[in-house]
């Protein structure tokens, strides 16, 4: 049975070529080099290497590792007015690092000719973009809607490569683990003073903190619960994706059990 420890080397080696391709002396010196989501980087590797070839299976990861850090990059372009040229700089380099990061995506996929792949990665980043859309309109709308473009948002491109290769199950635990994923963080940031779009849908639904933190809870344990039982259809896998739920669950369990102590 796979074990996330497995994975530790395969970790390092596309965090080095990650380093490696976008590094640029003179945006490092204005712009946060992007982090690596490294559950990304486990469950899409997981799936390829058992459907794709081994160097297939390195050139698709590494490429949505560079989209990732070009949403995020242009997640972070200020949309507050321009004070001063140096603030202006700053945004001018932080799309040009999106554009970057995008960029040298569509270059692996095109030096190596996966003309479908390519394909796939561009329809996907439209359909993020969509869905990111859909997030920040200010008509309120309801929790369901609401998840379901997050769902996309979190792990689109990812559902979608398992499409490709028939991979249904995968797309299933894509799909529940980010969205479990971003739900564990809406609630870490809602603590401090942020109410995101789950959290607020969720809000607006309860009109009461008490029972939205409840809900939330609940939320929670059906997508632990329909992870668990669909990593059983995955056999070797299945013990990979329960490290992997047990630690975003316990992470949150154990944080609760620190603010009562306290």
């Given at each position: 049975?796979?074990?996330?420890?497995?994975?530790?080397?395969?970790?390092?080696?596309?965090?080095?070529?990650?380093?490696?391709?976008?590094?640029?002396?003179?945006?490092?010196?204005?712009?946060?080099?992007?982090?690596?989501?490294?559950?990304?980087?486990?469950?899409?590797?997981?799936?390829?290497?058992?459907?794709?070839?081994?160097?297939?299976?390195?050139?698709?990861?590494?490429?949505?590792?560079?989209?990732?850090?070009?949403?995020?990059?242009?997640?972070?372009v200020s949309l507050q007015k321009l004070q001063s040229d140096s603030t202006?700089?700053?945004?001018?380099?932080?799309?040009?690092?999106?554009?970057?990061?995008?960029?040298?995506?569509?270059?692996?996929?095109?030096?190596?000719?996966?003309?479908?792949?390519?394909?796939?990665?561009?329809?996907?980043?439209?359909?993020?973009?969509?869905?990111?859309?859909?997030?920040?309109?200010?008509?309120?709308?309801?929790?369901?809607?609401?998840?379901?473009?997050?769902?996309?948002?979190?792990?689109?491109?990812?559902?979608?490569?398992?499409?490709?290769?028939?991979?249904?199950?995968?797309?299933?635990?894509?799909?529940?683990?980010?969205?479990?994923?971003?739900?564990?963080?809406?609630?870490?940031?809602?603590?401090?003073?942020?109410?995101?779009?789950?959290?607020?849908?969720?809000?607006?639904?309860?009109?009461?903190?008490?029972?939205?933190?409840?809900?939330?809870?609940?939320?929670?344990?059906?997508?632990?619960?329909?992870?668990?039982?669909?990593?059983?259809?995955?056999?070797?896998?299945?013990?990979?994706?329960?490290?992997?739920?047990?630690?975003?669950?316990?992470?949150?369990?154990?944080?609760?059990?620190?603010?009562?102590?306290?």
């Amino acid at each position: 049975m796979v074990r996330m420890s497995q994975f530790n080397d395969k970790v390092k080696e596309f965090k080095k070529s990650f380093n490696s391709l976008t590094k640029h002396s003179y945006l490092e010196r204005y712009i946060q080099v992007p982090n690596i989501d490294e559950d990304k980087l486990r469950f899409l590797y997981a799936m390829l290497s058992e459907h794709a070839t081994k160097k297939e299976a390195k050139v698709f990861t590494l490429s949505a590792l560079l989209v990732q850090a070009a949403l995020d990059v242009h997640e972070a372009v200020s949309l507050q007015k321009l004070q001063s040229d140096s603030t202006r700089k700053n945004r001018q380099l932080t799309v040009l690092a999106g554009d970057y990061y995008s960029s040298l995506y569509y270059y692996l996929l095109a030096e190596g000719k996966y003309h479908p792949m390519i394909q796939i990665f561009s329809r996907s980043i439209q359909e993020i973009n969509e869905h990111k859309m859909n997030l920040y309109d200010k008509d309120e709308r309801s929790y369901n809607e609401i998840k379901s473009n997050v769902e996309k948002v979190e792990s689109i491109l990812m559902q979608n490569i398992a499409h490709y290769y028939e991979q249904t199950d995968w797309k299933e635990i894509f799909n529940d683990y980010f969205y479990l994923k971003r739900l564990v963080r809406e609630r870490e940031q809602y603590k401090v003073g942020e109410k995101l779009p789950l959290i607020h849908s969720l809000y607006q639904e309860t009109k009461h903190p008490d029972l939205m933190i409840g809900l939330w809870e609940q939320k929670i344990e059906e997508v632990k619960d329909r992870l668990l039982s669909t990593s059983k259809r995955l056999h070797k896998f299945e013990g990979f994706i329960i490290e992997h739920v047990d630690r975003l669950v316990c992470t949150i369990e154990y944080d609760e059990f620190l603010a009562e102590k306290g």
